[in-house]
């Protein structure tokens, strides 16, 4: 199964920006759907967005309006495009196979603070 390695994150001010990416071991033109999660200390993981192949999207409702993802097939690669950030959206974040999760990588910490 392919697995992912997620990059791209760091320490940003409320309201500003950053922009995570996902990198696959393999292909990833034939995954129907990958999606980026995020996990906060002492509480469960969390869903936080989705695109399929065909770039359909979905998003968690905290995110709505401020998250952008996208996959670029050619490049292997998933990416998560964050503005207007909360320090609520503090937390490690994931990508995975949005069906039948496969192993988990090690994420990237966003920490958002002033």
């Known amino acids: 199964q392919v697995q992912f390695v997620e990059s791209g994150g760091g320490l940003v001010q409320p309201g500003g920006s950053l922009k995570l990416s996902c990198t696959a071991s393999?292909?990833?033109?034939?995954?129907?759907?990958i999606g980026w999660y995020r996990q906060v200390p002492g509480k469960e993981r969390e869903w936080v967005a989705v695109?399929?192949?065909?770039?359909?999207?979905n998003y968690e409702l905290s995110v709505r309006g401020r998250f952008v993802v996208s996959r670029d097939n050619a490049l292997n690669t998933v990416y998560l495009q964050m503005n207007r950030l909360k320090p609520e959206d503090t937390a490690v974040y994931y990508c995975?196979?949005?069906?039948?999760?496969?192993?988990w990588g090690q994420g990237t910490q966003v920490t958002v603070s002033s």
């Open positions: 995975n196979h949005y069906y039948d999760n496969g192993p």
């Open positions: 393999a292909s990833i033109a034939t995954i129907y759907a």
């Open positions: 695109i399929a192949n065909d770039g359909g999207s």
